[in-house]
Structures are given as structure tokens and as C-alpha cells.
């Protein structure tokens, strides 16, 4: 089985940055698309970057510009680097993950979640 285990959240003053970290663990052969989603109270889960197998990155229209993802394969890492923080990003974070392991096949994993809090 494959775990993933995000880290990195906290209160933060708008303005500031934060950086989170989605580490998995477990049998993983290969990743697929990796994603951060975002979801805050009384809203849906919503997308907020992807990185592609192939490397291309794809951002929410109120993130460009403030978040970069990143990853480490080495590691079995992504990242997810934010600045510029506003009241509006407050949410729970969550990491997704496509990943293939051998004699399993693909398959869908997220974390628990990590909850970000920008103070105004």
C-alpha cells in the first residue's frame, strides 16, 4: 500500500509564505499526475496545481503567479511552494496522486490533509 503524508501548514500573516511537503511512502513503482487541492469551509474541494508525468504544471486562476509545484522523485516528493498569502487561500490542503505499483496497476491516493491559516 502506498501512503501519502503532507506537512508544512500552519498560521501565517497575509503576505507570507508557506511551503508544503506530500512525502509517500510504501510500494510506490511510479508516479502519475501529482496535484495539491484545497478545500475550505463550506466549499468544495477544488484544484490548485498539477505537475504532469511529463513535467508540465497547471495552476488555479487565484494561485498563478503566488504557488509553484515542484517534486522530487528521489524523494517520492511534491511540493507545493506558496507566497504571497491571502485570507483567501485559509483551507485545508490536501495532496493527490496517481501511482503505479508493480502487479497493482495505477491507482488514486490522497492525504489527509494539512491546514494552512493566512490571518489578515
Known amino acids: 500500500q502506498v501512503q501519502l503524508v503532507e506537512s508544512g501548514g500552519g498560521l501565517v500573516q497575509a503576505g507570507g509564505s508557506l511551503r508544503l511537503f506530500c512525502a509517500a511512502s510504501g510500494s510506490v513503482a511510479s508516479f502519475g499526475n501529482q496535484g495539491w487541492y484545497r478545500q475550505a469551509p463550506g466549499k468544495q474541494r477544488e484544484l490548485v496545481a498539477r505537475?504532469?508525468?511529463?513535467?508540465?504544471?497547471n495552476y488555479a486562476d487565484p494561485v498563478k503567479g503566488r504557488f509553484t509545484i515542484s517534486r522530487d522523485n528521489a524523494k517520492n516528493t511534491v511540493y507545493l511552494q506558496m507566497n504571497s498569502l491571502k485570507p483567501e487561500d485559509t483551507a485545508v490542503y490536501y495532496c493527490?496522486?496517481?501511482?503505479?505499483?508493480?502487479?497493482?496497476?495505477?491507482?488514486?491516493?490522497w492525504g489527509k490533509g494539512t491546514l494552512v491559516t493566512v490571518s489578515s
Open positions: 493527490n496522486a496517481g501511482v503505479y505499483i508493480i502487479d497493482y496497476g495505477f491507482s488514486d491516493y
Open positions: 505537475i504532469t508525468i511529463g513535467g508540465s504544471t
